[in-house]
């Protein structure tokens, strides 16, 4: 811009100095004046002259002269040099705007001929002249030098007046560069526009583009601002809406798994047979071995219906706030539903489908049968009747499901919102919580608590329990062990959250005076163990209650069934039974583990349980498990028939007793499952079951079939669903323990909101259940001087189940209200009966046992030396006594229970021994009639016996009058093992 303005100022100067000039000369001031404006347009311009010089005549054009070569040749270096400046003018960036021309450049007219002969006269010019400039000089822009003489140069294409002619007359001349006169001197031409600095228009040009990009970010930053704000407002907005409609509301289970909701509060537009209604259509149904019956795993449609729907009525106004499904419980079969819309209603009648605000809300359900999903709505929906409305489905259309509800304030209360009065943790605990838990109470009641360890699990988790006792960590002679277990499968939590709240409020009601607690905690030893499968029940708690399929966390971490994982004790006893092995050869009691079993597949947690029992003289126990509301008592393994071939064989080869026979009649039927202690199991089943608060309701039916209980709440275990290896079967026939498995409800993982209501249905029959444990006998088994038997036997008349003592010489044997003659035996001593009477009054009776040492050990030296043979005992003679005087005036206490004990056998030997003549004679078909004196039975009995491989309990050889007061048969050592006769197979399921 500076160069442009300082073009200007130059010119203006040249023209004012040309006016002055013109003024001056007179006449001819107009044509110069015209001249000097032409010239200027071409852009010509003379030298400055000198101040104080007076300006050159204008001098008439001469005759054109014939150029020298030089002159051409200065006249070519010029156009080249001209056009080459050109060339790098349009090379250069253009200007923003052109400056404006001087004046506006006259058209030549035509030029006439007689002018192009003419030249101009010019005007004398001084010796002085400018140096010669090269052909790249003459674009070089610069300003001449002021001279004091110069010359004008005629330029041929001016418009001259003639002075003194006519004004229309005008001379118009060619167009052309002015040569001058001498060839070595070339004029300095300057360009009729002023040069730009094409520097400054590049930084200029840069400057601008740089002020553009500016211009641009700062508009891009400013749009950013916008967008950034109005996101911000948004974001506003949509987490006021947010405060509006906050999360969804989480609601409990209306009750379609636990059974509160019942049949008839369940609808469906059609079922595809029988099998399938809609009362099938539960979270979790399970299906029945054969899956076409009338016990299918899910509610299905009829496959030709086109608008398929199952309703729930809620019998009240609730808030509906989401939905579960599942597929069908199945084995061949994979039915489930993907996509369905739900509809509410108030009235059964007018429905409305739940509309997201757009359209109507399609739920995606399930893309398996087996695992649970849950949709929630976004916000609840107050109904009485609400509709699944599938949409589409994988094979059949069936469906499993569970509806959340939260229910409204009401003043009438129902049973859903069951509020304890008792003031407990009623949430659910994983093993972090469990441990806490049990820590506070232990140290909220520290001198009837104690917190010890089981075992531990596959994955390093500890099985704790805890001990409630007046004198927890020691066994106090007289006072009864009991347990329970929960937890041995993972899923099933609800009797782990029942003992947590047991501990609290056996602590709680301790420190409050309660006497019932009172009398349980200082009169039993009570061992509770919430968690057998601590590995299992993390994996059911991460996925939460009511999202757990029925399997997820029921198996241990190796993949064992706990309650099945003990060893099968039933087929030994069983086998030995039908040889007349026991109780001779095998014990009917206390039998012990093979040793392949215990090396064979066995958890860890199994080999704990085991070990627990065996340390601990645990009397009752009851594990709870769930998934079924029963109590089941032993035996939990169903007894293999055996076919009339072999009942054949066992009756003819003379090798089985009449009871034995009977057992094996019974047995053909299907009914040998019992138990000997099964009345005691009956009862002790029915006191848990009786004491529970809805377990008996027959109308609410089974959970997945049939009441198998018969309204009772109780059933035997083979009979219903037949194990083998169970945990309840071992404790029986392994330990003194009679244990009974107590399944809590149809639901393995109840809601937490629900956990009050179960401690409410399940508080007194725990109680009561633990009270049973004083039902029968009890008593200590002590010598003479008064110190405690070990291990001595405890054997009931009619029960084929024995009892042993513990460490200490006490025992107990729960026994129902009746008259029992009890015998206690011990090695090396003599054995005692007694006749013990239990009474209908709470507290077991007393019956203990002072046994006095025998000579067993030189009897049995003296049947060694003469090869284990039997003796016959010589009859003693009777001693005369005075008249009137008694022989139980001079005998012992001692001699005269010794004499009641001989009577007594002897009584027995005789009735035994006349049925078996009887039986012998009806195998040889004789008819005698019934022998009349002692000494005619013994002759017969010596003349019709046969010989046996095995014998009964007596042998037919004793003598009648007289007999001494200790056993022979404890004399006989057999030299073979009986029990390695018998091939024992276990097979482990």
């Known amino acids: 811009m500076r160069s442009v303005l300082t073009a200007t100022c130059l010119l203006l100067a040249l023209w004012g100095v040309l006016l002055c000039a013109r003024q001056a000369d007179g006449g001819g001031g107009a044509e110069v ?80 001929k007689a002018a192009k002969k003419a030249k101009a006269a010019t005007t004398a010019t ?5 140096p010669t400039a090269s052909a790249t000089d003459a674009t070089t822009r610069h300003f001449p030098t002021v001279r004091p003489m110069w010359e004008e140069p005629e330029e041929p294409d001016l418009v001259r007046r003639i002075p003194g002619g006519d004004k229309s007359e005008l001379s118009t001349l060619e167009p052309m560069a002015s040569i001058p006169e001498e060839p070595t001197e070339v004029p300095f031409v300057i360009p009729w526009y002023e040069e730009y600095d094409y520097d400054d228009l590049a930084k200029k040009k840069q400057e601008q583009e740089e002020e553009q990009a500016r211009r641009l970010k700062a508009e891009k930053a400013e749009k950013a601002e916008r967008q950034r704000k109005l996101w911000e407002a948004e974001e506003e907005e949509r987490l006021k809406m947010a405060a509006q409609l906050p999360e969804p509301k989480q609601c409990p289970p209306l009750g379609l798994e636990s059974h ?4 008839d509060q369940l609808l469906a ?36 219906e086109t608008n398929s729907w199952l309703e729930v009525d809620a019998r009240r106004e609730v808030e509906f706030s989401g939905v579960i499904t599942q597929g069908r419980n199945s084995e061949q079969h994979d039915d489930f539903v993907s996509s369905y819309f739900v509809a509410f209603s108030n009235d059964s009648r007018d429905w409305s489908v739940l509309h997201d605000g757009y359209a109507e809300w399609l739920f995606y359900g399930n893309v398996d049968r087996d695992t649970p999903v849950l949709n929630q709505f976004s916000w609840p929906v107050v109904a009485r009747y609400m509709r699944i409305l599938p949409q589409s489905w994988n094979g059949s259309l069936c469906l499993r499901a569970e509806i959340l509800a939260c229910q409204l304030p009401d003043s009438h209360r129902s049973e859903d919102q069951v509020q304890s009065s008792d003031e407990l943790d009623f949430r659910h605990h994983n093993y972090k919580d469990m441990r806490q838990m049990m820590k506070v109470i232990n140290e909220e009641c520290p001198d009837i608590t104690r917190i010890y360890n089981v075992g531990k699990s596959s994955q390093g988790l500890k099985m704790y329990a805890m001990e409630i006792s007046d004198n927890p960590g020691e066994h106090e002679t007289g006072e009864p062990e009991f347990r329970y277990t929960a937890g041995l499968h993972g899923n099933e939590v609800l009797g782990r959250e029942l003992l947590l709240l047991l501990m609290q409020f056996l602590c709680k009601e301790y420190k409050g005076g309660n006497s019932r607690v009172r009398r349980l905690v200082d009169g039993v030893r009570i061992h509770l163990v919430p968690s057998l499968n601590p590995d299992a029940y993390e994996l059911a708690f991460e996925a939460g209650s009511e999202m757990g399929n029925w399997v997820l966390g029921h198996w241990t971490a190796e993949g064992y069934d ?7 004790l039933n087929s030994i006893l069983w086998g030995a039974e039908d040889r007349g092995w026991v109780p001779r050869f095998v014990p009917n009691h206390h039998i012990p583990t093979p040793e392949n079993f215990l090396n064979g597949s066995m958890a860890v947690e199994t080999k704990a349980i085991i070990s627990w029992m065996e340390r601990t003289p645990f009397v009752l126990g009851a594990n709870l498990q769930g998934g079924h509301k029963l109590v089941t008592y032993p035996f939990d393994t169903q007894r293999p028939q055996i076919s009339m071939s072999d009942g054949r064989r066992w009756k003819d080869s003379d090798e089985m007793n009449e009871e034995t026979w009977a057992r094996v009649q019974r047995q053909k039927e299907g009914a040998l499952r019992e138990t000997p202690d099964e009345v005691m199991f009956r009862w002790l089943a029915m006191s848990y079951a009786h004491s529970h608060l ?17 309204g009772q709440g109780i059933a035997n275990g083979a009979g219903w669903k037949p194990v083998v290896g169970s945990m309840n079967d071992f404790s029986y026939l392994h330990t003194n323990c009679l244990e009974i498995s107590i399944f809590l409800g149809c639901d393995k993982f109840p809601h937490e909101s629900e956990l009050p209501l179960e401690w409410e ?20 088994v002590r010598d003479t001087e008064g110190n405690a038997l070990g291990n001595a036997t405890i054997s009931v008349e009619g029960i084929r189940h024995d009892v042993i003592a513990a460490p200490g010489g006490d025992y107990w044997r729960l026994l129902n209200p009746g008259e029992y003659r009890v015998t206690a035996k011990a090695d090396g001593y003599t054995s005692q009966t007694r006749l013990c009477v239990v009474g209908y009054d709470a507290g077991a009776t007393s019956c203990s046992f002072t046994l006095a040492k025998s000579n067993w050990d030189r009897i049995k030296q003296i049947l060694a030396l003469n090869g284990n043979r039997p003796i016959r005992v010589v009859a003693k003679a009777a001693t005369p006594t005075a008249p009137g005087a008694t022989a139980a005036s001079t005998l012992s206490p001692e001699e005269r229970h010794a004499a009641a004990q001989r009577a007594e056998r ?14 012998e004679k009806q195998r040889a078909g004789l008819r005698t009639p019934p022998p009349t004196t002692a000494a005619t039975t013994a002759a017969t009995t010596s003349t019709t016996r046969k010989p046996q491989t095995t014998t009964s309990w007596y042998d037919s050889w004793f003598p009648v009058d007289n007999l001494s007061t200790e056993n022979p048969f404890d004399s006989i050592i057999f030299d073979s093992g009986p029990t390695e006769d018998y091939p024992f197979h276990f097979t482990i399921d």
């Open 126 to 130: 001084p010796n002085t002249r400018a």
């Open 269 to 304: 537009s059609s079922q595809s047979q029988l099998g399938f209604a809609v009362h099938r259509g539960r979270l979790n149904m399970q299906a029945s071995a054969n899956q076409e019956d009338f016990y299918g795993g899910a509610w299905c449609a009829e496959p030709e």
């Open 562 to 568: 706990l309650f099945q994982n003990f060893p099968d």
């Open 33 to 112: 004046r015209e001249a000097r404006g032409l010239a200027e347009s071409r852009g010509t311009a003379r030298p400055r002259p000198e101040p104080g010089a007076e300006p050159a005549e204008a001098v008439q054009p001469k005759a054109k002269k014939k150029k020298t070569p030089q002159e051409v040749e200065a006249a070519k270096a010029r156009k080249a040099a001209e056009k080459e400046a050109k060339a790098k003018r349009q090379k250069m960036p253009k200007p923003t705007k052109k400056p404006k021309l001087p004046s506006k450049k006259p058209k030549a007219s035509k030029k006439p």
């Open 906 to 919: 002897l009584r027995r030997l005789r009735i035994l021994r006349l049925r078996r003549l009887r039986l």
């Open 260 to 263: 509160r909701v019942e049949d």
């Open 694 to 710: 809805t377990m008996t309701e027959v109308q609410r039916g089974s959970c997945h079939g049939d009441d198998v209980t018969g």
């Open 761 to 780: 249905n399940n508080r007194e029959a725990l109680l009561s259940f633990i009270e049973q444990v004083h039902r029968g006998i009890k008593g200590v």
